[in-house]
């Protein structure tokens, strides 16, 4: 499983956008890229995932440049209730462990 | 809700016991993955099986165990119990016995407290 470094923290006042950046060491060729949500005491939740290029839910957004070597969730006018963890994944098929990092604690401010 | 349950939500024990997790995972999934999140961690992989068998190992203790029965639920066994296996445990589900797309699916955890 790649390893993936993202900040540890963030701060964000309410209605503003927000972008986490993830950067991928060793990306393989056929891994995947998932972003997952985690509020306190509950499992993580999959916001989004992507291969290349923009993908673009009812939730966020997922831009991967071409090197595939970094990608940056972003998530647009948040509010208190995005307070959470958020994880960034990478992996490819095959017998893994799929092994989430320590994520980004996001504080959303009033 | 994600169709994965777990029970029981909160266990209290002592250093030295023994407890069992159950995971019972989404209609469907045939994989089921475990994870330990201690306090301000983030989640580690313990193990997952797929239909039965084990799949992929994390750094899983000796002192812990697990299985995937016929009907599909799975259950952790955490034995000789210590304080710094206080934490949450979450089960995960897939469809598939590989992950390359597509998503977990994450219970609400069981909270262990060991005394």
């Known amino acids: 499983l790649a390893k993936t470094t993202q900040p540890i923290s963030m701060d964000s006042y309410e209605g503003q956008e927000v972008n986490i950046t993830c950067s991928h060491n060793n990306i393989a060729t056929n891994d995947y890229i998932t972003w997952y949500q985690q509020f306190p005491s509950q499992g993580p939740r999959f916001i989004i995932q992507g291969y290349k290029t923009k993908v673009t839910n009812e939730v966020a957004s997922l831009f991967i440049p071409a090197d595939r070597k970094s990608s940056t969730l972003s998530l647009p006018r948040v509010s208190l209730s995005d307070t959470a963890v958020y994880y960034c994944l990478s992996f490819s098929g095959g017998y893994q462990k799929v092994t989430f990092g320590t994520g980004t604690k996001l504080q959303v401010i009033p | 809700d994600s169709g994965v349950t777990q029970t029981p939500k909160h266990l209290i024990t002592a250093t030295g016991q023994r407890v069992t997790l159950r995971c019972s995972p989404r209609s469907g999934d045939l994989s089921v993955y475990w994870y330990q999140q201690s306090l301000d961690q983030g989640l580690q992989f313990l193990i997952q099986?797929?239909?039965?068998?084990?799949?992929a190992k994390g750094n899983i203790l000796e002192r812990f165990s697990a299985q995937q029965f016929p009907d599909l639920h799975s259950e952790l066994n955490l034995s000789s119990l210590e304080l710094g296996d206080s934490a949450l445990y979450f089960c995960a589900s897939s469809a598939g016995d590989y992950l390359d797309a597509g998503e977990l699916f994450f219970g609400e955890g069981s909270r262990l407290t060991v005394l």
């Open positions: 099986y797929y239909n039965g068998e084990e799949r």
